[in-house]
Nanobody, 121 residues
Framework: QVQLVESGGGSVQAGGSLRLSCAAS?????VGWFRQAPGKEREGVAV????????YYADSVKGRFAISRDNAKNTVYLQMNSLKPEDTAMYYC?????????????????WGQGTQVTVSS
């Protein structure tokens, strides 16, 4: 069983930046970030691999978000720049033990409680 603890959410104006953190309690093959806004479906945002393979990003965040990891701390970060109001959502960290598809939710075994990100115009 892997536990995930997210932090770093908050409120920011459009164009601003936030950094989310996800601390994992055990071994995983991949860690990703998902988000869900009220009334919308959950969306995969970015994923990183313990093996060091290239991260993968949703088109909606490419060039603005960057996922990174500190293996010594077993922590994954999501740096979010040039934030837009449409980025407002609850952000969830998720971890999985198999490669599968990069951002398919079914390929992730454990989920965090979520951290709210609100971007005002």
């Amino acid at each position: 069983q892997v536990q995930l603890v997210e932090s770093g959410g908050g409120s920011v104006q459009a164009g601003g930046s936030l950094r989310l953190s996800c601390a994992a309690s055990g071994y995983t093959v991949k860690v990703g970030w998902f988000r869900q806004a009220p009334g919308k479906e959950r969306e995969g945002v970015a994923v990183t691999y313990t093996s060091g393979g290239s991260p993968y990003y949703a088109d909606s965040v490419k060039g603005r978000f960057a996922i990174s990891r500190d293996n010594a701390k077993n922590t994954v970060y999501l740096q979010m720049n040039s934030l837009k109001p449409e980025d407002t959502a609850m952000y969830y960290c998720a971890a999985g033990l198999r490669m599968g598809w990069p951002l398919r939710a079914a390929d992730f075994n454990w989920w965090g409680q979520g951290t709210q990100v609100t971007v005002s115009s």
